[in-house]
């Protein structure tokens, strides 16, 4: 007999009124269950489709596991499932039409094994909604109450799984009923494990071609391996059985010039999967190219469905529907993925936007945002009205009660910055003084960014949006609004600004730490200085001054006053930088070394020349002041908050990732010792040769590629032994000083004024992240910053393509350079040129077939023959019978050039025109070689201090000598290359790679 309910709705009008709506809904006692253990089987009147019989429990999946996951659950593996109309209704109502039809599909497929139930309109299943109860609560409420009749109903003779995403509902419902068990979405999969072993649930993290993907150690190989996934998809793997293993090949590929390989010669076989379910999509907008007229013919006569090309070689060709494809041939355009049908070898698209013309530098620059998923729009009238004012009419001052409650340095401290030449945004300045008791005081004050970006305001949402500043070959896009990043918060010169201090007591001659103040401060800085001016003060150049703009409206006595009061004072912070490097390097630190070229633009922003920037003495003076300052700040909030504090780790590498340059280092005749951080700082350090610099930097180089990025975490999530900074070898680590470009900071610099507030056994103002929020805002941050690091190495790339794309490879001479060799390919050979920071791919073989010969004039040129290759050289030999051999570290004479292309960004090759190197002028080699000797004049210098501050503490017994030297590896990360500092609050040079 039907019982009649009614279900009432509210709906919103678009006036706004609320509109009662009263339907009326029937419930039977009696709705067909499609299983064959039904105990009624005349009753229940089905359509003929019936679960399987031969499964060991049923599965029924909850509504939100229906809409993420849908694609895992058409695999024919997964048996017994059992849709909920609760579910279904919710795919329905919000995601749509073509994921709801994909639904009904695979219900009406008789080759799957699942069916529909209709609880919503059986007597014992069908729930009403309780006042105030979610929809979300609701569903799945209904859900379980449904399972649970269905497992009495076919009396109890097979079990019900549950899935859920919903952690209440596991801990809720997980051992209420016997029988109906609730687990999460990982736990099903590990229950319907099928023919081989389900390996891991990963991110496919790229391809080494276009159909080829490396996932977290596990080899996907081939588009039909790779199953409908695309990059950055959450995928289950599959792992093969070991008789279908692949190597990765060593051969050089078109389509990445560097360290992955596709092609012949494979390596040693390692684990080999296929993708067998895709967890989680991270479709986005892709930017894309429209085929050519001819290409469009080509595609069939249904002109109308177009095949576009991503800019990414990972990306599949995408189809969608347009009329305009011949009118957008010569644009970058944007379009987005809508679905994947099982049957169809490319995804669906629409068409978004149009970026800019092919080839056209905005175009280029803005392709680069999309395809790293940056948004650069203005900041809204909302966050503007939270910034101060600081005009000339209504000038922004010190407040009386931020100089009631700050400690005032402006007339006790001088302080002064060192920066790159243009920079704007002065995060951090520095002061040293000596004390009436004679010891040293040393400070390191920071921008105060959280004095004006309130938590949860506007402005401080949008920052953590953008989790920092992009900055990219010739531009950036600010994380904080000008106001604030170029004036308010950045520490110029001359005018009063609120910080955030670190200062510490230091021994006047051991320089060791007596205490230490964190606190608010005031200060004036004094001097806005550059790298270079502070390089040549403390080198004792003293004509530098004129250039100093502080200086220029003095009388000659207080000029001289103060000239030396600024020399004494860089003087001392690097005296004191060499010692507090000594100590780090004792414990294991790494030093590692990298080209950073810098783009310099003419007027109209064309590209004048590419410069490598030189590494000086008082890059490492800053550095090792904000290091020390990053230490202690993360030690401070680490003990006050030892749950929920914001740190920065680097596991230790791999060891196998080391292979490569030992074998590299082995050809020279070196050994790198990889146990620990300490022995392969040592051995970088030995691996020194007399008549070729370039081979340590090139080692250094390739150990920075074998380590893994440093990660922002919340101490919370993982265990003490786990903070270390394997590079910096140091217990615990943060970043603290760079709150203007870096959000991190800010919560850090949260932490520390509660940490403060704590201390006095004052109330903490703000509210803190738990341990789980700071947890998701550390990922969230953690793939900005890669983000900045890919746009800021592809925008140096697009430039340094620019700059040879205008020129004659054959005629200009700035297309011929000295370059090195530094790895060994199959078909070729990887080769790092000095001068532009360049490294890429020489082949050795051409297409055609045809290896490269180099006469006796030193020219090369193609000729038939075959190579053959050694583990540190590879023989060219043709068939005339000529033959030339290039080894590791060979200088050998490039040419460079571009190889441009429509639908991907152009690439920088290179060909190799002798096996000679490269006869410099003179004039240039003077200079790198004076350039060469100043900087091993420096690390001399350095070493003998720190050599002789080694000598004072070396009072201990073998045993902590041993310990010393071999139980070193408890930090968690890496130096790396010069051009990475910025992002790593080392040097604050670049924005790369984060330490």
């Known amino acids: 007999m039907l019982q009649k309910r009614e279900k009432v709705l509210l709906l919103r009008t678009f006036q706004g009124r609320t509109l009662r709506i009263v339907r009326e809904h029937y419930l039977r006692p009696c709705v067909p269950c499609h299983s064959p253990l039904c105990p009624q089987p005349a009753a229940c009147r089905h359509d003929g489709k019936l679960l399987s019989g031969d499964v060991t429990h049923y599965v029924i999946p909850d509504w939100k596991v229906v809409q993420d996951y849908l694609e895992i659950l058409e695999f024919p593996e997964l048996k017994g499932i059992i849709f909920m109309q609760t579910a279904c209704q919710a795919v329905q109502h919000q995601r749509g039409r073509r994921q709801y039809n994909k639904l009904r599909n695979l219900l009406k497929d008789a080759r799957h094994d699942c069916i529909l139930f209709a609880n919503e309109f059986q007597q014992s299943c069908y729930l009403p909604r309780e006042r105030g109860e979610s929809m979300e609560k609701w569903q799945t409420r209904s859900i379980y109450n449904a399972a649970v009749w269905y497992y009495h109903h076919c009396q109890d003779r097979m079990p019900i799984v549950m899935v859920t995403e919903d952690e209440e509902a596991i801990q809720q419902y997980g051992s209420e009923t016997e029988g109906v068990f609730v687990i999460s979405f990982k736990g099903i999969l590990n229950v319907n494990k099928h023919r081989a072993q389900i390996e891991a649930f990963v991110r496919l993290q790229g391809a080494s071609s276009k159909d080829s993907g490396l996932v977290s150690d596990i080899l996907i190989h081939g588009m039909k391996a790779r199953n409908r996934s695309i990059h950055g998809d959450v995928v289950v793997v599959e792992l093969l059985a070991k008789n279908k293993w692949r190597g990765r090949t060593t051969a050089l590929c078109e389509n ?116 790293n998923s940056i948004s650069v729009v203005p900041f809204s009238e909302a966050q503007m009205c939270e910034m101060p004012v600081n005009t000339p009419e209504n000038p922004w001052k010190v407040s009386p009660e931020e100089e009631q409650e700050r400690r005032d340095l402006r007339k006790t401290h001088l302080v002064f910055s060192i920066d790159p030449k243009g920079c704007e945004d002065v995060d951090d300045t520095l002061s040293v003084r000596t004390l009436n008791n004679g010891n040293l005081e040393l400070g390191v004050h920071i921008a105060d960014v959280t004095h004006f970006v309130a938590l949860n305001s506007y402005i401080d949402i949008e920052a953590r949006t953008r989790a920092t500043t992009y900055y990219l070959a010739d531009r950036r896009y600010d994380m904080l609004p000008s106001i604030l990043s170029a004036d308010l918060c950045s520490l110029l010169g001359g005018v009063d600004r609120y910080a955030v201090s670190v200062m510490w007591e230091l021994d006047k001659t051991s320089y060791e730490i007596k205490k230490v103040w964190y606190g608010r401060t005031i200060i004036r800085s004094a001097y806005k200085l550059f790298y270079e001016a502070a390089q040549e003060l403390l080198d004792g150049n003293f004509s530098v001054v004129d250039d100093i703009p502080e200086f220029k409206d003095l009388d000659e006595k207080s000029r001289q006053d103060k000239l030396e009061e600024l020399v004494w004072a860089i003087g001392k912070l690097t005296d004191i930088a060499r010692h507090v490097r000594a100590k780090r390097d004792g414990c294991g630190a790494l030093e590692l070394e990298g080209v950073e070229v810098r783009v310099q633009l003419d007027e109209k922003k064309n590209i004048h020349d590419l410069i490598p920037k030189q590494p000086l003495e008082v890059h490492e003076t800053v550095a090792e002041c904000m290091i020390l300052a990053n230490h202690w700040v993360a030690k401070k909030i680490w003990e006050s908050f030892p749950h929920q504090a914001l740190l920065r780790q680097h596991p230790p590498p791999h060891q196998e990732f080391f292979s490569e340059l030992r074998e590299c280092a082995k050809a020279k005749g070196f050994f790198i010792d990889t146990r620990s951080n300490k022995t392969l700082a040592d051995s970088l350090d030995n691996a020194n040769d007399p008549n070729d610099p370039i081979v340590n930097r090139l080692l250094r180089s390739m150990a920075t590629q074998a380590m893994s990025n440093a990660l922002y975490f919340s101490t919370g999530s993982c265990a003490e032994e786990e903070f270390h900074h394997y590079g910096l070898a140091l217990d615990k680590y943060t970043h603290f000083t760079s709150p203007i470009r870096r959000y991190s900071d800010i919560v850090v610099h949260r932490l520390l004024m509660a940490a403060i507030s704590k201390d ?51 005629t200009d001479e700035r297309c011929i350079s000295d370059g090195v060799i530094y790895s060994i390919r199959t078909n070729g050979v990887l080769v790092f040129i000095p001068r532009f920071g360049i490294k890429g791919a020489a082949y050795l073989k051409n297409k055609d077939g045809f290896v490269i010969s180099c006469g006796p004039d030193s020219h090369s040129e193609w000729k038939p023959g075959s190579l053959q290759r050694f583990q540190n050289k590879i023989t060219s030999t043709t068939t005339g019978g000529e033959s030339v051999t290039f080894h590791l570290f060979d200088h050998v004479t490039v040419r460079i050039f571009v190889q441009a292309s429509r639908c991907h960004s152009d690439t920088i090759r290179l060909e190799i025109v002798s096996n000679k190197p490269y006869m410099i002028p003179n004039t240039e080699l003077f200079h790198q070689n004076s350039l060469l000797l100043k900087n091993e004049l420096v690390k001399e210098v350095t070493r003998s201090v720190e050599a002789a501050q080694l000598a004072q503490e070396v009072k201990v017994n073998l045993i902590q000598e041993e310990y010393q030297e071999y139980c070193q590896t408890k930090g968690r990360s890496l130096y790396t290359l010069l051009e990475e500092i910025r992002d790593l609050a080392l040097l604050d040079v670049s924005n790369n790679y984060g330490i």
């Not at 890919?790 to 054959?810: A, G, I, V």
């Open 256 to 371: 990445d010039s560097d360290d992955k390989a596709s092609g012949d010669s494979p390596s040693e076989p390692m684990a080999t999967g296929r993708v067998v379910g895709i967890l989680q999509k991270n479709w986005r907008d892709y930017v894309v190219t429209f085929p050519s007229k001819e290409e469009v013919q080509s595609q069939g006569k249904n002109a109308q469905k177009i095949l576009v090309t991503p800019w990414d070689y990972r990306i599949p060709k995408i189809r969608i529907s347009t009329q305009q494809a011949e009118a957008l041939q010569d644009f970058r355009v944007v379009v987005r993925i809508d679905s994947w049908e099982s049957t169809s070898v490319y995804p669906n698209g629409h068409f978004v936007r149009v970026l800019g013309k092919i080839g056209d530098l905005e175009g280029e620059i803005a392709t680069i945002l999309v395809e």
């Open 760 to 810: 006095k056994k004052m109330e903490i103002k703000e509210n803190l992240f738990s341990n789980k929020d700071l947890e998701e805002l550390c990922r969230h941050i953690n793939n900005r910053n890669r983000a900045a690091q890919h746009s800021q190495k592809q925008s140096t790339e697009l430039f340094q393509c620019m700059y040879f794309k205008d020129k004659d490879p054959e």
